[in-house]
């Protein structure tokens, strides 16, 4: 599977998140060092979750406060109810690279 290189390690700071512009977008979180990726746009609503709000492994959609596990992609509350897709992440020579389809 193709790797789309995201950022640097050092761009992107524990509890942090940005979204990367594909079709559909990507969100990038740092979760104390670890970094988790999943689609981009809430379940519930079109809102991006690299706008949330970060909690541990968690990711609140800044809108209308549906919560997701960034390790799984499982929806944990209302109002969404669909999980989001996850990608995997690979770390390499500091830069942080998705795998996409």
């Not at 969100?27 to 709000?53: I, K, M, P, Q, R």
Request: glycine share 4%; with cysteine.
């Amino acid at each position: 599977m193709p790797l789309i290189r995201v950022c640097e390690t050092s761009n992107l700071n524990p509890g942090d998140a940005l979204q990367v512009p594909t079709t559909p977008p990507i969100a990038v979180f740092n979760v104390d060092g670890e970094f988790f990726a999943t689609e981009d746009t809430c379940s519930h609503d079109d809102s991006s979750l690299a706008d949330g709000y970060i909690d541990g492994d968690q990711v609140e959609c800044a809108w209308h406060f549906a919560k997701f596990c960034l390790r799984t992609g499982r929806v944990l509350s209302p109002p969404a109810n669909r999980d989001i897709r996850t990608y995997s992440v690979k770390v390499v020579d500091d830069e942080v690279y998705v795998e996409v389809d």
